[in-house]
């Protein structure tokens, strides 16, 4: 069992900016970020800068063939728009 102890950095959306938490709050956070500490670590451990970029740039690359073969795929039919949903929307779920 992994239980993981999560905080979201910024608002709900692109425009909340999330003024409603102190910012010592979010630092305190930041501070526990668990990428850039293992990236810490995996330096402490011997990893070179070189290596670490070439990881990095190499998953951005990923990333960036990801996006575009999403952005160029077939839009899914609406037989897909409600599988694998929890609720149907109505309440029978209640009763």
Known sequence: MIEAMTYRHGGHSRAD???YRPDAEV???LA?????RYRARL???GASEEQ?????????AQVD????????GAIPGDDLL??????????????
Request: glycine share 4%; charged share 35%.
């Open 17 to 19: 900016p999330a003024k």
């Open 27 to 29: 630092a305190e956070w």
């Open 32 to 36: 526990k970020d668990p990428i850039p």
């Open 43 to 45: 330096l402490d451990e």
């Open 52 to 60: 670490l970029a070439a990881i990095e740039a190499d998953v951005a």
């Open 65 to 72: 063939v990801a996006t575009e073969e999403a952005k160029a």
């Open 82 to 95: 409600m599988k694998d949903v929890w609720a149907d929307g109505g309440s029978s779920w209640r009763n």
